[in-house]
Structures are given as C-alpha cells and as structure tokens.
C-alpha cells in the first residue's frame, strides 16, 4: 500500500521522506492556506515538490470548468510530480477529461460514493479521493465506500487508484489496507501513532533499564 502525506507542513514532510515513509503527497487549499502565512502558495508546492518524488496533490480552487482547466494547466507546471485535484462536480468531469488529454494527472477528490468514484474513473482521473472520515462523522460507514469502489474497480478492470482519504485514526488504516486500497493520505500525527505501541515502549525501558543496572555493576568492580 502506498502512503501519502496529507499535509503542507514542510517539516513534517521533510522527516517522512528522510525516512523512506511516504510515496507522495496531498494537499488541499485549507492545509495549503494554513502552511503558507505570507508565502506564495506556488512556492510552497514547489518546495513540497522538491522533497518527494511521487505525486504531489495541487487543488483548483475554480468550479467551472475553464477555470479549473487553466488553474490545473498552471499548477502542472510547478513540477513534473503535480497532479491536479479536481472537486466532485459536473463541471469537474469534464475538466478532468481536458487536463488528461494534455497529459496531466487528476485527482478527484470530495467523493462521498462509490458511484462517485466510479464516474471520476469514467472521466480519466488518475487518483478518486474517498473522504472516509467525513462520511463517519455524518454517521456512514466510510469504509463501505472504499469496499463498493474496490470491488467494482476490479470488476471492470479499472486503473485508478483509490486513494482514501480523510483518514482520522490508524484502524483506518488497516481496514484500508485490507480492503485493498491503492493510497491511504495519513495526516502527520496519524503516521507517527502508526509508530507507537505501549509494548513498544514498556520493552525499551526494560531493555534500557537492565542495561544501566550492568554498566552500574561493571562500574561498581572498577
Ligand atoms: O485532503 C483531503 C482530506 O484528507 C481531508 O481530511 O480530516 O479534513 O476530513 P479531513
């Protein structure tokens, strides 16, 4: 399973990919606005591109479908590594269909349904995005998206990679993983809880602990 980061955090970035983590990235115009301060957003994307070497996930902030196409046709040119997302909408569609036949990636992302997810593929989108976590918090079943989307993808012999997206908590995660999803998009601070175990760090402070004990002792003979 391949990991994104879905963050515009350089710092956080920068550590994931030091530590061979991560496949790509995504991000969206909130985690953009919220990283950015007084920089140019571009140049943030730009530098986000220059630390991984997988996809990097730009949104369109347009709905219509010019907009979308030429706000897509700008950000592709930030980096080879940018793929375009684009919003759920029938405008969407077809601004999908005009990036992919310039030869750029999309990504779709607000899908809530796997027919949703299933029209994206249609329209040539290279990534769907599931919003897991936003369809749990309206009290759905998050999961039973990507389940469907996997299930008719493979039906169908589809090569979009479902992406899931919205991840809130490592059994997310792992139910993602099984269900077989392409990408999960892991917020920072849900990649480092994938870290932790409470054995973990029980079996550590033992081990840490007997060792000081010894060199006490060794000390102690001196
Ligand atoms: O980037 C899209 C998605 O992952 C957002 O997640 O936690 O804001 O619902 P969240």
Partial sequence: MKFFLDTASLKD????????????????????????????????????????????????????????????????????????????????????????????????????????????????????????????????????VIREARVIFDNYGIETEILAASIRHPRHVVEAAMIGADVATLPPDVLKKLLLHPLTDRGLDQFLSDWSKLAARAKATV
């Fill in 13 to 144: 970035i920068s550590w994931a990919a030091q530590a061979g983590l991560i496949d790509g990235i995504t991000t969206n115009p909130s985690l953009l606005a919220k990283q950015a301060g007084d920089l140019d957003p571009r140049d943030v994307l730009k530098e986000i591109c220059s630390l991984v070497e997988g996809p990097v996930s730009a949104e369109v902030v347009s709905i219509d479908t010019a907009g979308m196409v030429n706000e897509g046709t700008e950000l592709a040119k930030i980096a080879d590594n940018i793929v375009v997302k684009i919003p759920m909408l029938e405008e969407g569609m077809v601004a999908v269909r005009q990036l992919g036949a310039a030869g750029i990636k999309t990504n779709v992302t607000l899908c809530f349904s796997s027919v949703q997810c299933l029209l994206a593929a249609k329209a040539g989108a290279a990534f769907v995005s599931p919003f897991i976590g936003r369809i749990d918090d309206v009290g759905q079943e998050g999961m039973d």
